[in-house]
């Protein structure tokens, strides 16, 4: 069962467009993209199930699931093999390696989710490109996307960066510098940097750090 019940847009997704809503089937019962609603999602996809850099990522996930919920994030996984196949490759997953995925992962058979949200194009056959994420906010707004190729796996520390990083800039007019990890010094907008240094007119009004909270 998938119903997208908002019509995909012309072009591919930006940060800043909302996230198409969806209904569909999937290891932990029917959900709705709108039921994540006031929470921060990762919301991210692979080629296929049974596969090993799909399968690494999805242990290494399923491991930061804490660090995940820490954040007020929920986490969402999506690949267009039935759901049969997800539900096998999950308990195999379970026996082979000790490792039990705590999130729903989507069936998209038909592809109208990948679609949806530009990951495959309207010609595709197949779902070989489809390692994409969407972090979402609360109010459903698409705050950060990423593309892999099928051969690089991505990194989960990178991941909760980012949603840190999302998440301190939302709450304030700040900006995360190169590397920032929370608790580190932020970086004052150029706005902010030029009325702090008026008077003094540091050397490097623009670009200025803050200390964190």
Same mark, same amino acid.
């Given at each position: ?16 467009? #909302? ?33 090993? @850099? ?44 000790? @490792? ?29 490109? @489809? ?24 990194? @989960? ?52 750090? #803050?200390?964190?909270?």
């Amino acid at each position: 069962m998938i119903d997208v019940m908002e019509k995909k847009l012309q072009r591919p997704l930006r940060i800043g467009d #909302k996230a198409p809503v969806f209904r569909a089937r999937t290891t932990q019962g029917d959900i709705s993209l709108d039921q994540f609603a006031g929470r921060w999602l990762l919301f991210f996809s692979h080629p296929a199930d049974f596969t090993p @850099v799909c399968t690494s990522e999805f242990m290494a996930i399923a491991r930061a699931a804490d660090k995940f919920a820490a954040l007020n994030c929920a986490l969402l996984g999506l690949s267009v093999d039935s759901l049969y196949a997800h539900i096998a490759w999950v308990r195999a997953i379970r026996e082979a390696f000790g @490792v039990t995925i705590p999130f729903p992962i989507v069936e998209d058979p038909s592809m109208a989710v990948a679609r949806a949200y530009g990951m495959l194009d309207e010609d595709a056959q197949d779902s070989a490109a @489809v390692r994409a994420t969407y972090v979402i906010d609360p109010a459903g707004i698409i705050r950060a996307v990423s593309w892999y190729p099928m051969q690089v796996g991505r990194s @989960v520390e990178e991941m909760l960066r980012l949603l840190a990083a999302l998440q301190v800039t939302a709450a304030s007019d700040v900006l995360t510098p190169a590397g920032w990890h929370p608790g580190e010094p932020v970086l004052l907008p150029p706005a902010g940097a030029e009325a702090a240094t008026a008077v003094g007119a540091l050397p490097t009004w623009f670009c200025q750090p #803050k200390s964190a909270a």
